[in-house]
């Protein structure tokens, strides 16, 4: 019995844990194209998320590309984390390009 509980709570934080981490694949690539049309005025096409092991397990890198030149390659720097009220906060850091 005492397994089939640990079972249940171990699959439960395994599944919170990954709709955490859709949820912040979304809105990390949400922030990173606001920020290359605001900030650099390129239409950012995200097409892959990876979160970084730095900084605490709070930033992730999206990679895409602009819209209208689909050679020119970006990674994008996003960090997120909680703020006080228990909503997640994103901001861009930074980003590079393959020119």
Known sequence: MLKKIILV???????TACVDKEEISKRGKEEA?????KN???????QSVEFSDA?????????GYNKKN???IFR????YAEDDNGQM???VVGYGTNE
């Open 9 to 15: 709570i171990g699959m439960f934080v395994l599944l």
């Open 33 to 37: 194209i606001s920020y290359m049309k």
């Open 40 to 46: 650099s005025n390129i239409d950012f096409v995200p």
């Open 55 to 63: 900084l605490g397990n709070s930033g992730l890198w999206v990679e």
């Open 70 to 72: 689909k050679s020119q």
């Open 76 to 79: 994008v720097s996003v960090l």
């Open 89 to 91: 906060d994103y901001k």
